[in-house]
């Protein structure tokens, strides 16, 4: 037998589709009450009338039907066809497992009492700081009134030398290798101290160092370290007595050739080369020559290779080329030319280029 409804193959006996729920026609059979077409009444017995059954339940007809619900029982004692797979319970989640919570910190310092411990730390290392340092200034036997000792400064050779190293004339380079004041012969550069024919000589006298001579005289210092080829060479010239003063370089003692360059006390200049007689090679008159006796004037000359420069008072005064010498010695001289002569030279420095 099929429903009515769906067309779906029915089971011996059931009440209803199993598949669309719609009443069959097993449910009407004799003895069924109209009121519940799902269930039949097993209860009603011939000799006692039925009971009043309960009115049948509100049909909601905007409820879809549930082709998964369960069929309704039957009369026969038969299982339910298509019975529903077993319930499933839903399996509560394990309790979540907690740590146990630390006890709550003990309340700290307030602020103004880490404020008072920081301040009382610092002053406690202050005093710490004092007591050491006033340990250490106090003397090691306080009972003893020592004196100090004084302490000389010394001036030595060699800050002279520092303070003083530069070259001031071009090309402002070279080594210092002469810086002496001429007031002793103490700073090792062997300056003549001699008298020749007993009225030319070569000296320190009260400080100074004089050149006192009748026909001509050139003081060398004795150092092995002055000889020299390229070099700036200065000397502070100061006449006393006569008329010439200044200063020699590349000297050759043994075959007595030289350069000189002398300056007069009426404002001239000569440059000249000895080779067994003089060579004028530059001579004249400069303003910037001091007059007269007991004036100071720096004479000073650079000689490079061939070219020869002189200067006086830092004043350049001429150039020259003269291929004569190449090196020698340097010195400083007088020159008398009307008479004995007398010159002072002081603050003597050259440089090696």
């Known amino acids: 037998m099929n429903c009515s409804n769906c067309g779906a193959q029915l089971p011996p006996g059931a009440a209803a589709c199993p598949m669309c729920g719609t009443p069959t026609s097993y449910s009407f059979g004799s003895g069924a ?4 077409p799902t269930v039949a009444s097993s209860y009603n017995t011939p000799n006692t009338p039925p009971a009043a059954m309960p009115p049948p339940p509100t049909y909601d007809p905007t409820l879809p039907a549930n082709p998964y619900s369960v069929p309704p029982s039957t009369a026969y004692g038969s299982q339910q066809y298509g019975a529903p797979p077993p319930p499933q319970y839903e399996v509560p989640p394990p309790p979540r497992y907690t740590f146990p919570q630390p006890p709550p910190p003990s309340p700290g ?12 730390v610092g002053l406690l290392i202050l005093i710490l700081i004092g007591a050491g340092l006033f340990a250490l200034s106090r ?30 004339y071009p090309p402002n380079t070279g080594t210092l290798v002469l810086n002496d004041p001429l007031t002793d ?5 062997k300056w003549d101290e001699s008298s020749f024919s007993g009225t030319d000589s070569c000296g320190f006298t009260n400080g100074a160092y004089h050149i006192v001579e009748k026909t001509g005289l050139i003081c060398i210092p004795e150092a092995k370290d002055l000889v ?82 002189i200067y006086v008072n830092n004043q350049i005064i001429d150039s020259v080329h003269d291929k004569n010498f190449s090196q020698g010695q340097i010195g400083v001289l007088s020159l ?17 280029l």
């Open 109 to 120: 310092p307030s602020r103004g009492k880490r404020i008072a411990i920081i301040a009382g």
């Open 228 to 309: 020299l080829s390229n070099f700036a060479f200065e000397a502070n010239i100061k006449i006393v007595k006569g008329d010439d003063g200044g200063i020699g370089f590349r000297i050759n003692q043994v075959n007595k050739t030289f350069y000189d360059l002398d300056i007069t006390t009426g404002g001239a200049y000569t440059l000249k080369v000895y080779t067994g007689k003089y060579t004028t090679l530059s001579e004249g008159s400069n303003s910037v020559i001091n007059k007269g006796l007991n004036q100071s004037n720096l004479v000073a000359v650079v000689a490079n290779n061939d070219l020869i420069t």
């Open 139 to 168: 003397p090691n036997n306080p009972s003893v009134n020592s004196t100090p000792t004084p302490v000389v400064h010394t001036t030595p050779q060699a800050t002279a030398t520092a303070n003083n190293a530069q070259n001031p």
């Open 33 to 36: 009450t109209p009121y519940d």
């Open 336 to 352: 008398g030319g009307n008479g004995p002569t007398d010159v002072i030279a002081s603050n003597a420095r050259a440089w090696k």
């Open 185 to 189: 012969n103490s700073r090792g550069y």
